[in-house]
C-alpha cells in the first residue's frame, strides 16, 4: 500500500503523540516509585518540618509520607525554648523524643532548631527570681545550663543543630536581643562554644532570614573570620530560604551562597517556602512578631491558585533548584518548612487568615506541579 505525503505525516504525528503520550506514562510512573529525596540523593539531603500537632498524632498516612518523601526533618517548634522548657527546671520532652525516634527510625538526618534565638523564649530566661535582668554572667549561665540538656539529651544522635538564630539585622549588625544587650556580642561565641562542649559531633550551624541582603552577608562573613581566628567551632549557615516570587534577587541569594561557601560553611537550605501572595506592606523578611491587617485584596486565591501564578510558583522553584545544584558540592541540605500547603505557616504570617500555597503538596497531601518539575531536573 502506498501513501501519500500528507497521510504519512499525519501517520508519523500520530506516532509521535503516542510516543509521547508514553513518555509521559513513564515518568510519571517513575514520579510514582521514586521520591524526591531518592532523585536528589547524590546532591543533598531533602528535608521538611514536622509541627508539633502533626508530631503529637503521628498519622500514618503523613508520617508515611515524610518518611518517603523526605530524608532529613526539622521540629517545627517543639525544640524551641518556650515549648521544650517553659519554666524554670519544666522540660517536655515528650514530643521532642518522638521525633528523634521516628527520625532515627528512617535514618534521617536530624536538625535541632533551635538553642538561642529572641522569638518563642519565655521572658522568665533574661530575668531574676524578683524580674529584674539578669546580669551577664547569670545569663550566660542560664544560657549554658539549657543548651547542656537539650543538647546533651541527643547528643550523638543529632546531626546538626541551629546553634543562634537570626542574631544579625539587615543593615544595622548585631540585633539588639536581650541576649546581646545583656551578654554582649561575644554571645554568639559563647553559645557555639557551649553547644560544642555538650555535643562533639553535631554540626553547628548559624541560621537566619534574608541571608541574600548584601548589609547581613557582609556582616557574617566578618563575623565567621574572626570567630574562626578565636576557635569558635561554627561549621555551618542555614539559609532560612522564605521566598516569594520576586524576591530575592537570586542573584544576590548566589552571592551569599558563594560567600559563606569561601568561608568553608557548609550551606544548608533551613525553611525553604515560596509566598505567591502579594507583599504586605512591603514587608519579606520572617521576623515571627510582624503581623498586619487582613484584607481580601491581598488573599487573592482563597479556592485555588490560577493555572498562571501555579506556573509562576513552579518556575520559581525550577530556578532555586538549579541554584542548589550548581551549589551541590557546599550544600549539605535543603529543607522545606513543611510538607503540604494546609499546614504552612505562611497562611497566618506575616497577616493571619491567607490561603497560600509555598510548598511541594496542596491541601489533599498531594504533588502539585512545582514538585514534578523539581523532580524532573534530576530524571
Ligand atoms: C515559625 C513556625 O513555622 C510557626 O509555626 C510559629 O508560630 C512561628 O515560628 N524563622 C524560624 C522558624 O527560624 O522557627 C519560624 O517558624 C519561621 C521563621
Same mark, same amino acid.
Given at each position: 500500500?502506498?501513501?501519500?505525503?500528507?497521510?504519512?505525516?499525519?501517520?508519523?504525528? /500520530?506516532?509521535?503523540?503516542?510516543?509521547?503520550?508514553?513518555?509521559?506514562?513513564?515518568?510519571?510512573?517513575?514520579?510514582? +516509585?521514586?521520591?524526591?529525596?531518592?532523585? !536528589?540523593?547524590?546532591?543533598?539531603?531533602?528535608? =521538611?518540618?514536622?509541627?508539633?500537632?502533626? #508530631?503529637?498524632?503521628? %498519622? *500514618?498516612?503523613?508520617?508515611?509520607?515524610?518518611?518517603?518523601?523526605? $530524608?532529613?526533618? =526539622?521540629?517545627? %517548634?517543639?525544640?524551641? @525554648?518556650?515549648?521544650?522548657?517553659?519554666?524554670?527546671?519544666? @522540660?517536655? @520532652?515528650?514530643?521532642?523524643?518522638?521525633?528523634?525516634?521516628?527520625?532515627?527510625?528512617?535514618?534521617?538526618?536530624?536538625?535541632?532548631?533551635?538553642?538561642?534565638?529572641?522569638?518563642?523564649?519565655?521572658?522568665?530566661?533574661?530575668?531574676?527570681? /524578683?524580674?529584674?535582668?539578669?546580669?551577664? %554572667?547569670?545569663?550566660?549561665?542560664? #544560657?549554658?545550663?539549657?543548651?547542656?540538656?537539650?543538647?546533651?539529651? !541527643?547528643a550523638g544522635r543529632m546531626n546538626s543543630w541551629d546553634v543562634v538564630n537570626e542574631a544579625i539585622d539587615e543593615d544595622k549588625g548585631w540585633r539588639?536581643?536581650?541576649?546581646?544587650? +545583656?551578654?554582649?556580642?561575644?554571645?554568639?561565641?559563647?553559645?557555639?562554644?557551649?553547644?560544642?562542649?555538650?555535643?562533639?559531633?553535631?554540626?553547628?550551624?548559624?541560621?537566619?532570614?534574608?541571608?541574600?541582603?548584601?548589609?547581613?552577608?557582609?556582616?557574617?562573613?566578618?563575623?565567621?573570620?574572626?570567630?574562626?581566628?578565636?576557635?569558635? *567551632?561554627?561549621?555551618?549557615?542555614?539559609?532560612?530560604?522564605?521566598?516569594?516570587?520576586?524576591?530575592?534577587?537570586?542573584s544576590e541569594f548566589e552571592a551569599s551562597l558563594k560567600a559563606y561557601a569561601a568561608e568553608g560553611m557548609r550551606l544548608h537550605i533551613t525553611e525553604?517556602?515560596?509566598?505567591?501572595?502579594?507583599?504586605?506592606?512591603?514587608?519579606?523578611?520572617?521576623? +515571627?512578631? /510582624?503581623?498586619?491587617? !487582613?484584607?481580601?485584596?491581598?488573599?487573592?486565591? &482563597?479556592?485555588?491558585? &490560577?493555572?498562571?501564578?501555579?506556573?509562576?510558583?513552579?518556575?520559581?522553584?525550577?530556578?532555586?533548584?538549579?541554584?542548589?545544584?550548581?551549589?551541590?558540592?557546599?550544600?549539605?541540605?535543603?529543607?522545606? @518548612?513543611?510538607?503540604?500547603?494546609?499546614?504552612?505557616?505562611?497562611?497566618?504570617?506575616?497577616?493571619?487568615?491567607?490561603?497560600? !500555597?509555598?510548598?511541594?503538596?496542596?491541601? $489533599?497531601?498531594?504533588?502539585?506541579?512545582?514538585?514534578?518539575? +523539581? /523532580?524532573?531536573l534530576k530524571i
Amino acid at each position: 500500500m502506498t501513501i501519500n505525503r500528507r497521510q504519512f505525516l499525519l501517520q508519523s504525528s /500520530a506516532t509521535l503523540a503516542a510516543l509521547a503520550t508514553i513518555k509521559q506514562r513513564a515518568l510519571a510512573k517513575a514520579l510514582e +516509585i521514586t521520591s524526591i529525596k531518592d532523585l !536528589y540523593k547524590d546532591d543533598f539531603y531533602i528535608g =521538611t518540618a514536622i509541627g508539633d500537632r502533626q #508530631m503529637h498524632e503521628a %498519622n *500514618p498516612k503523613f508520617m508515611n509520607l515524610v518518611a518517603k518523601e523526605f $530524608n532529613a526533618v =526539622t521540629m517545627e %517548634n517543639s525544640m524551641k @525554648w518556650e515549648r521544650v522548657h517553659p519554666r524554670p527546671g519544666k @522540660w517536655n @520532652w515528650e514530643l521532642a523524643d518522638k521525633f528523634m525516634d521516628f527520625a532515627d527510625k528512617h535514618k534521617m538526618f536530624k536538625v535541632g532548631h533551635v538553642l538561642v534565638w529572641h522569638s518563642q523564649v519565655p521572658s522568665w530566661v533574661f530575668q531574676d527570681e /524578683a524580674g529584674k535582668p539578669l546580669d551577664k %554572667n547569670a545569663l550566660l549561665a542560664r #544560657m549554658r545550663g539549657h543548651i547542656g540538656k537539650i543538647a546533651g539529651r !541527643y547528643a550523638g544522635r543529632m546531626n546538626s543543630w541551629d546553634v543562634v538564630n537570626e542574631a544579625i539585622d539587615e543593615d544595622k549588625g548585631w540585633r539588639k536581643s536581650p541576649w546581646f544587650n +545583656i551578654i554582649g556580642p561575644d554571645f554568639m561565641d559563647y553559645a557555639f562554644n557551649f553547644a560544642r562542649e555538650t555535643d562533639s559531633s553535631a554540626q553547628l550551624v548559624y541560621n537566619d532570614y534574608n541571608m541574600h541582603n548584601p548589609g547581613k552577608r557582609a556582616f557574617l562573613v566578618d563575623y565567621i573570620r574572626k570567630a574562626k581566628k578565636r576557635g569558635v *567551632p561554627i561549621q555551618g549557615v542555614g539559609l532560612q530560604g522564605h521566598v516569594g516570587l520576586d524576591f530575592p534577587d537570586i542573584s544576590e541569594f548566589e552571592a551569599s551562597l558563594k560567600a559563606y561557601a569561601a568561608e568553608g560553611m557548609r550551606l544548608h537550605i533551613t525553611e525553604l517556602d515560596l509566598d505567591v501572595l502579594p507583599v504586605a506592606w512591603e514587608f519579606s523578611g520572617a521576623e +515571627i512578631s /510582624a503581623s498586619f491587617e !487582613y484584607s481580601d485584596k491581598i488573599n487573592p486565591y &482563597p479556592n485555588g491558585l &490560577p493555572a498562571k501564578v501555579e506556573q509562576q510558583l513552579t518556575d520559581r522553584y525550577v530556578e532555586f533548584f538549579k541554584l542548589f545544584l550548581k551549589y551541590r558540592d557546599h550544600i549539605d541540605r535543603v529543607t522545606f @518548612w513543611g510538607v503540604s500547603d494546609k499546614n504552612s505557616w505562611k497562611n497566618d504570617f506575616p497577616v493571619k487568615g491567607r490561603t497560600n !500555597y509555598p510548598l511541594l503538596f496542596d491541601r $489533599n497531601f498531594e504533588r502539585k506541579p512545582c514538585y514534578d518539575a +523539581i /523532580a524532573k531536573l534530576k530524571i
